[in-house]
């Protein structure tokens, strides 16, 4: 069965760009599945798990402010409408202290890979080394590998013993340590090949979603997989899939939200109708990165699709602005009992929990670990906050440094998103490391109140000891 690529009808108010066309990831794959096609706007109304602005719970409000950009209108939810900022130009690297504004680098808010080529075209070395297989694998990174399945595991040291390549060296781990390689009959010059792409276009410029996030993630779904309740059920290719979903579940982000891919008129925004962007973008780049390596060339042309819907459906599962709906859902089958793990649908709907789990479980980790984290996000939320007020756009939600700082930002996300995730997650998993989860963040909530108390009471004093100096003179 041949598989042909088809471009989703766009508005007619502005066409993608022609050289977007031909980038990878930047296209609707055919199939008979709604999940590969553009939404119909008529659709959206319909849309379950959807949060409007005049939301009185405060879990919507604050994941609309995560996220969520529809508004309410007299016939339903309808897309945000376009500003005046058509296809605005904003080079985010002009934020970073090693940009050169010399260096002629053609990406913008778009793919790694394009950025990889142009280096290749002009004779500029890689930055990542392809290295002999067993390098990566020596010493002080080798002994930590042994104990992956700890939930204490520190990634970031993890990531410097392996000389930036921690999701490469993860990951294949992993997939050997299932017999994965073995079993599919993986040919281990494509996935090595494949795992280099996918660190390759994560943006090391970004603070937070970049390579070493996808290693923490990876890292968090194995120690799920590992649940007694998902380790006897879960067959071989449920675990494929979830390993090489948290890898590429934000391939090539460009460390900007949603909504201000919208108010910008980014033509991602306009490829997938102003849904689910992010997550579309990358899922599609890493169909591209598979079907560029031909990792799953050997496989039948039906189970190659349905191997690309099955992880396009994990990692659209982590868009935020649908998280209500994945908690109701998945609190309902807990209330009544009816969650079958020997049914494919039943497991299929656990892997995206787990892997909704693992994307934000940074408040879960010991407080060296989630401080780290917390620090990262809330940088990228203001380094975008930056740029909107460069540009004299409305300032995003949570993205403004001056009315924002870290405690209060991470306070909100762990009352109003990671606590009830992972309650839920608690009974269905009721384990040590559940329990270990809970507490961790239940410590770092304490701590941050803390923290966030003291960065109060310090800003007013010295806005006191201010004012006092300003009256005395």
Known sequence: MEVCYQLPVLPLDRPVPKHVLSRRGAISFSSSSSLFGAPDPRQLSQRRGAISYDSSDQTALYIRMLGDVRVR?????????????PYLCIDFRTLHSDYDPERRVHRLLSFQRYLHSS????????????????????GQARCMLEKVGNWNFDIFLFDRLTNGNSLITLTFHL????????????????????????????????????????????????CYLREPMLAKSLTSKDILLGLLAAATHDLDHPGVNQPFLIKTDHYLATLYRNTSVLENHHW???????????????????DRLNMERDLGSLILATDISRQNDYLSRFRLHLDQENLCM??????????????KCADICNPCRPWELSKQWSEKVTEEFFQQGDIEKKHKLEVSPLCDREMNTVGNIQIGFMTYVAEPLFAEWA???????????????????????????????????????????????
């Open 73 to 85: 209108s007299q016939v339903g939810f309808e897309p945000e409408r376009r500003s005046s900022h």
């Open 119 to 138: 280096r290749l075209l002009r004779g500029v070395p890689q930055q990542i080394p392809l290295h002999i297989l067993d390098e990566d694998y020596t």
């Open 175 to 222: 997939l050997n340590q299932y017999g994965l390689v073995e079993l599919f009959q993986l040919d281990m010059v494509k996935l090595w090949r494949f795992l280099v792409m996918v660190q390759e276009d994560y943006h090391s410029d970004n603070p937070y979603h970049n390579a070493v996030h996808a290693a923490d993630v990876t890292q968090a779904m194995y």
């Open 284 to 302: 599609k780049s890493a169909v591209g990165l598979l079907r560029e390596t031909g990792l799953f060339s050997h496989l039948p042309a039906e």
């Open 342 to 355: 020997s049914t494919a649908s039943h497991r299929h709907f656990v892997l995206q929990m787990a892997l």
């Open 427 to 473: 009974r269905f998993c009721d384990t040590r490391l559940s329990q270990t989860m809970l507490g961790h963040m239940g410590l770092n909530k304490i701590k941050t109140l803390k923290m966030t108390k003291l960065s109060y009471n310090f800003f007013n004093s010295q806005l006191l000891q201010k004012l006092q100096q300003n009256r005395s003179g």
